[in-house]
């Protein structure tokens, strides 16, 4: 069994994680992102990286936006096509809800073509019309991030995110 490592990503790592994502946007699985988004948003990131018999390389992504004081979103959860199936994806996501719970988050969103996958963590579908406080709700609106307008179901956000799926996991404590 190869080693993987997990850590959180450095402002070095802003390219090979652009490369991982590229294919996958090229896809229309991933949004494409600007360089100085990938830096403005570097502390969210985790990586994984493997040596597997010679230099370290990274082989996975993905981020935690936190939304609000109890939600975040994981986000450009991406894996090496050479890579996928061998435990990245789950080293991952394990990291990014550990995190959330360090961070406070109680709910975890996604938006995603991978059901199975995020099914098998614990992940729910979204409801259409997820109830929300009115004044949360009203927080939220003055938000530009995309993800915020992604889990309020927003019509704006559609012809970004066709065919995907809105999912949530409910943390509860000590999980």
């Not at 961070?103 to 995603?112: I, P, Y």
């Not at 012809?159 to 404590?173: A, D, H, Q, V």
Request: hydrophobic share 40%; aromatic share 8%.
């Amino acid at each position: 069994m190869t080693d993987l490592r997990l850590r959180p990503a450095r402002t070095s790592d802003v390219p090979a994680i652009k490369e991982l994502v590229a294919p996958l946007a090229r896809a229309g699985v991933l949004i494409n992102k600007d360089t100085v988004a990938y830096y403005e948003g570097i502390q969210e990131f985790l990586v994984v990286e493997t040596a597997d018999g010679g230099p370290a390389r990274l082989v996975g992504c993905g981020a935690l936006h936190v939304m609000w004081e109890d939600l975040g979103e994981v986000r450009t959860l991406a894996t090496s096509d050479d890579w996928r199936g061998r435990g990245v994806g789950h080293t991952l996501l394990a990291g990014l809800i550990e995190r959330a719970r360090a961070v406070g988050v109680t709910r975890v969103f996604c938006l995603t073509f991978e059901v199975d996958f995020f099914h098998r963590y614990g992940f729910q579908v979204m409801p259409n019309q997820e109830q929300l406080d009115p004044d949360v709700f009203a927080e939220l609106m003055r938000s530009h991030d995309e993800g915020v307008a992604e889990y309020l179901d927003l019509a704006r956000v559609k012809p970004n995110t066709l065919g995907n799926t809105r999912m949530i996991l409910e943390l509860s404590p000590g999980d």
